[in-house]
Each structure stands twice: as C-alpha cells, then as structure tokens.
C-alpha cells in the first residue's frame, strides 16, 4: 500500500518559514520524481517545486529564490523549505509522487499552509 504523508504545515507570519515534509511508504522511492503542487480556495491545483530522481530541481516562478526543494533517498522523504512566504502562498500543499518509467503517480492527502498576520 503506498502512502505519501505530508507535515509541516501550519500557521505563519508574512516573512517567515515553514518546511514540509512528505514521507514515503510502499514504493521505491529513488525510482520516483517528487514534487509538490498546491490548491488555494477557488483556484486550481499549480505545480510549486518537483525534484527529479537524480536530484535536478524546477520551480515556479512564483516561488523561485523563495522555496527549495530536497530529497532524502535514505529517508524516503521530501522536503520543501519555504522562506519568505507571502498570504498568496496560502494553500493545501499536496506531495506527488511518479515513477520515473511508467506511467504511475501517487499523493498525499495534503497539508494547510496559511500566511497571514
């Protein structure tokens, strides 16, 4: 049974940091291409940050210099640091999972990020 579990979320100044973390279970993880995507209320789901098995990294422009992604294969983990982080980064953050040959992904149930003073 796969299971992609994410943490890190919570309340936040503007400003500040927040890490999440999504944990992995029930796949080989260093097959799989990582990343994270977040839905904010009446919006559609946005690709953040992903994270090749390789280690290369990609972002969106939105969060580019803000946010950094990482992966821990010993771990089964992924990471995504976030600094500087603005209201309009208020979202759900949900972790994916893909594996790198066929044609098979996985998420996470999500965790609420909220930026607000």
């Known amino acids: 049974q796969v299971q992609l579990v994410e943490s890190g979320g919570g309340l936040v100044q503007p400003g500040g940091s927040l890490r999440l973390s999504c944990a992995a279970s029930g796949i080989i993880f260093s097959r799989h291409n990582m990343g994270w995507y977040r839905q904010a209320p009446g919006k559609e789901r946005e690709l953040v940050a992903h994270i090749t098995s390789s280690g290369s990294t990609g972002y969106a422009d939105s969060v580019k210099g803000r946010f950094a992604i990482s992966r821990d294969n010993a771990k089964n983990t992924v990471y995504l640091q976030m600094n500087s982080l603005k209201p309009e980064d208020t979202a759900v953050y949900y972790c994916?999972?893909?594996?790198?040959?066929?044609?098979?992904?996985?998420w996470g149930q999500g965790t609420q990020v909220t930026v607000s003073s």
């Open positions: 994916y999972a893909k594996h790198v040959l066929i044609n098979k992904e996985y």
